[in-house]
């Protein structure tokens, strides 16, 4: 089916005409996003110019732009160089043809099309801010991988990724990079005419243009909405501007452009979803803009509706109650005042839609539950937290647990190891597959552990050093930085968005003890990382406390804080960290992906019993904290901080030491085979999309 295939890409045979003609596979590489798993792909657009790709951010586009004809003159007689990017464009289109499967009644011709408000899928494209973002990213390449058919809706953001710089004084400052579709992977979608085609919604009272950029990842396509064009006000224009932008009526204005706009756009494009899934409910509008369809072919509302909603699926991510908005309903009439007579019905019956039980106001997340044929949370213990939480709406809701995406997330180190000792099927989550990893020999995998710790420690090392120096620090304190962090050492990770219930201050809680860990005979280094929200002044204070903790006495040298979390940070994370902590306040973490990416690099848990670690956690394969069921939160915060650093003196130190004489932790590693076995073989979107297709996408008569 054409919608589903990648068009030409103009913007990619502008790039293609600055090559020579033996390197121009390299531009179509570039414009698709399937170079990002593929780590022979960096490896080439690294050696084009090392120096270039790293001023890029990795951005392939970026590079081929800048790069000097020089240069190119010069690769292009490099036989090597050429047959690489030959032999990568061929896989690529190997990979364009492949057929696609079905998915319930969703195939080619109808495919499923996901909507969410972010895409994290490579650093270079900074549409995304977190764990949600990530997700839908890793979501798309795997429908790739697994031949779904599926399109991905979102929104194209100038200003879609904040940065952090601390100051001296560890406060947070903000700053925006600006996104440049020249740059980026992107193809402006065109009528027959070449004329940007643009899609309409009525927001305020006036129409709101926006235009769609087509981002290619791997097989499947994604579709951003703009509003940021000529002849739209400069306040539509500023719509997409931001992401989660603080303001309420952009925000508002936002979701509508996302639904109904994104809907529109497939409309136009020629695509008709069987089925329409949201991931997380700001997209929450699109059962009412596909009822809005056939009310204006003349069907009557209520059948309308029950019809939508037989298409519409909702997945839900926020077990946090302020994380699900709530908006006035004079506010969203303001807003959206025109869609009740568009609908057919009255004002009363539009807004009881989103009417929470027990108070007036437009619930984003009841109008998705209310408006979707399934709703689903992302880990069994958010199954509970979820029907709890919206009992009173007495819609069914049922869990299916996120996974990552393993050739994405595995370093290729490791990835290389894999391929040697494992059937291929690994990569397809198959869990006899994964039971391999017993066979790999010891000294082996300890080896590639080491060499992904080293990789890490250069890479904070490097870090640090230019942290400080751009903080404005002292030369001789910058430089030490260089030669703090040790490449044998146990080296334990902490990189969460700072919220209150994350608890990133719960390992200084008691910093005393935390001091004489660090100090202890074994050493221990620590790398922490995380941004606050730019309008959370506590979040902010927090981060401040925890920077201040590096500079303590006795500290110096053992903790590093990584400045700018962000998806290059968290990748060199996972895969170098010993040991990965997670200390959310239970039940608040919906699921975590972090801990699945460490465990499927050979990492081993910490974590704190919620989210997915129940699910995971079977006493071999990583480590603990209870959940009690205390409502008084200073205490438990007290009692948890104690048990972790109990655990981290008797077990978690001490078995990292415990050598054979060859030097290899034997016991160290038993765990991580478990914990890669539990990983591999459950925790991988490979495994999650299988389920969402069977459980959630194919339609089961409803019990009755
Ligand atoms: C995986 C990931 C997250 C989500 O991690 P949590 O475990 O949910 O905290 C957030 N940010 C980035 C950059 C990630 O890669």
Redesign the pocket.
């Known amino acids: 089916m054409a919608s589903l295939s990648p068009c030409s890409t103009h913007a990619g045979e502008s790039l293609g005409g600055r090559l020579p003609a033996p390197l121009q596979p390299l531009a179509a590489v570039a414009m698709n996003l399937w170079w990002s798993w593929q780590p022979e792909a960096s490896a080439l657009f690294e050696a084009v110019d090392p120096e270039c790709w790293e001023r890029s951010g990795h951005n392939p586009v970026k590079l081929l732009r800048d790069v000097s004809p020089v240069r190119f003159e010069q690769l292009s007689r490099d036989a090597g160089v050429v047959s690489r990017a030959g032999e990568l464009a061929r896989r690529l289109e190997e990979e364009l043809a492949r057929p696609f499967g079905t998915a319930g009644p969703a195939n080619s011709a109808r495919p499923v099309a996901f909507l969410c408000a972010e895409y ?1 899928l490579h650093a270079s494209l900074p549409i995304y801010s ?2 949600l973002g ?1 997700l839908a990213g890793d979501v798309l390449k795997q429908a790739s991988d697994s031949g779904l058919p599926m399109v991905g809706v979102g929104l194209f953001y100038r200003r879609g990724f904040f940065h952090q710089r601390l100051d001296r004084a560890g406060w947070q400052h903000e700053w925006w990079s600006r996104a440049d579709p020249e740059e980026l992977p992107l193809r402006l979608e065109v009528d027959a005419r070449g004329a940007p085609r643009l899609v309409k919604v009525t927001l305020r009272g006036h129409p709101v243009r926006a235009q769609v950029w087509h981002c290619q990842v791997g097989r499947v396509p994604l579709f951003l909405l703009d509003t940021d064009v000529p002849g739209n006000t400069p306040v539509d224009r500023w719509i997409t501007s931001t992401l989660y932008v603080g303001d309420r009526t952009f925000r508002v204005m936002q979701y509508a452009v996302l639904a109904m706009g994104g809907l529109r756009a497939l409309r136009a494009l020629g695509i008709d979803p069987a089925i329409v899934h949201l991931n997380e409910g700001h997209a929450a509008l699109a059962a009412l803009e596909l009822a809005r369809e056939s009310v204006r072919s003349g069907v009557a509302f209520e059948r309308a509706l029950a019809e939508a909603r037989q298409r519409v699926v909702f997945t839900t991510h926020t077990p946090v109650a302020a994380g699900n908005e709530h908006y006035g309903q004079q506010e969203i009439l303001e807003l959206l005042g025109h869609l009740p007579e568009e609908l057919g019905i009255d004002q009363r019956n539009f807004l009881r839609l989103a009417r929470p039980p027990d108070e007036d106001s437009f619930g984003v997340t009841e109008l998705a539950l209310r408006t979707s044929r399934s709703a689903n949370a992302v880990s069994a213990r958010h199954g509970e937290v979820a029907r709890s939480m919206w009992r009173n709406l007495e819609v069914p809701i049922t869990h299916v647990t996120n996974g990552v995406h393993a050739p994405s997330w595995i370093a290729p180190e490791l990835q290389t190891l894999l391929d040697r000792w494992l059937p291929p099927a690994w990569r397809m989550g198959d869990a006899g597959a994964w039971a391999a990893v017993e066979g790999i020999p010891d000294a082996e995998l300890w080896g590639v552990r080491n060499a992904l710790r080293a990789r890490l420690v250069q890479f904070v090392r490097g870090k640090a050093v230019s942290d400080r120096l751009c903080r404005g620090e002292p030369i001789p304190y910058a430089e030490a930085a260089a030669r703090t962090f040790d490449p044998q050492v146990l080296t334990l990770g902490f990189a ?2 700072v919220a209150a219930y994350k608890r990133l201050d719960l390992l200084i809680h008691d910093a005393g003890r935390a001091l004489a860990l660090l100090q202890g005979k074994r050493r221990l280094q620590f790398i922490i990382s995380g941004k606050a929200h730019p309008s959370d002044e506590g979040a902010k204070r927090l981060v401040q406390r925890i920077f201040e903790l590096k500079d303590a006495a006795g500290a110096r040298g053992s903790v590093a804080f990584l400045e700018d ?3 290059e940070i ?1 990748h060199q994370l996972v895969a170098g960290c010993d040991v990965w902590i ?1 200390l959310p306040r239970a039940p608040l973490e919906a699921s ?4 699945m ?1 460490a465990a499927l690099n050979g990492g081993l848990n910490l974590s704190v019993l919620d989210g997915w670690w129940p699910e995971a956690y079977d006493g071999s394969n990583g480590w603990a904290l209870p959940v009690e069921g205390a409502q008084d939160e200073q205490g438990q915060d007290a009692r948890d901080a104690t048990r972790l650093y109990e655990l981290l003196e008797r077990e978690v130190v001490p078995a990292f030491h415990e050598r054979d004489p060859a030097g290899i932790p034997v016991g160290w590693v038993r765990r991580i085979k478990a914990s890669l076995r539990m990983a591999g073989a459950r925790f991988t979107t490979a495994r999650m999309m299988s389920e969402y297709v069977q459980s959630v996408y194919t339609l089961h008569d409803s019990p009755s």
């Open positions: 994290g977190g764990g990530v969460r968005r979390y962000d998806l968290a997670n975590g992906t972090s801990g990416k």
